[in-house]
Every structure is written in C-alpha cells, then in structure tokens.
C-alpha cells in the first residue's frame, strides 16, 4: 500500500532517508506522525503550509501485511470526531497517544471527512518506516 506524507521539501527528504520520529508531531488524534492514502490530500496540505509545491511529499510503500500484524486502533468518523473533539478541548493534540502502534481513521479536521490518515506512534512502527523492508521516495 503506498502512504503519504506532505511536509516542506527539507523534511521530505530527511524523512526519505529515514528519519522519521514518532514523538515530534502532532494533529486532529494526538501525537505521532501522520501518513494518508491520498497523494493529493498530502501535496495539498504541504502547499497551503509550506508554500512548497514539488518535492513536498514522501511516499511510503508500506506492507499489508506487515500493517496488518501491527497493534492497529481502527475507528470511524463519528469516533473519530468526538475523540478528536476531546483532544482539543484539552490541549492534547502534541501528546494525546492511543498506546497502539497505528490509529487508522478518517480525516476528520473539516466540515468532511475527505480521506483516511494513519497515525504511526510507537516506536515499533517508527523503527519500521526508518527501514529499508519499508522503500521510501519524494513525490
């Protein structure tokens, strides 16, 4: 499955050559590092924030079943916008964690749901998407 991940073009690349760390972002469901299965929703969301428009994106190619033996919290939209909602409303979006390895969950942060993120958080799965079984490319 190809996953991906808009940022600015030096952390793309410093993602790419497998520098990921779980514990320095943030978003709608806690801390982690975010990925999505819609290259568009990540190339649009690195231009609105960094400006950049190429080179902006890395895409992982990650293994089913690899994802599938992993630890996995799989929730809905309606869970997703409550859980979400709480977080905010207790500041929570840098260190909210769901002690899973991977959260897999609709984009919940607009007035629709326009996709499915991922949000990779221990430590298991970071040593994962730092390795070379899991191929990484800037898009």
């Given at each position: 499955m190809q996953i991906y991940h808009g940022t600015s073009q030096q952390t793309a690349q410093d993602l790419a050559s497998g520098?990921?760390?779980v514990t320095l972002g943030g978003g709608e469901?806690?801390?982690g590092f975010y990925t999505g299965e819609e290259l568009h929703n990540a190339k649009t969301w690195a231009f609105n924030r960094f400006g950049d428009r190429t080179a902006n994106v890395v895409e992982f190619d990650v293994d089913d079943t690899a994802v599938l033996n992993m630890n996995l919290t799989i929730i809905d939209g309606p869970q997703a916008t409550l859980i979400r909602s709480n977080i905010r409303r207790s500041s929570a979006t840098r260190t909210y964690r769901f002690s899973c390895d991977m959260v897999?969950?609709?984009i919940v942060g607009s007035d629709r749901?326009?996709?499915?993120?991922h949000k990779w958080?221990?430590?298991s799965t970071e040593r994962y998407l730092n390795g070379s079984t899991c191929p990484k490319a800037i898009v």
């Open positions: 520098n990921v760390d469901l806690g801390q897999w969950a609709p749901i326009n996709g499915t993120q958080e221990s430590r």
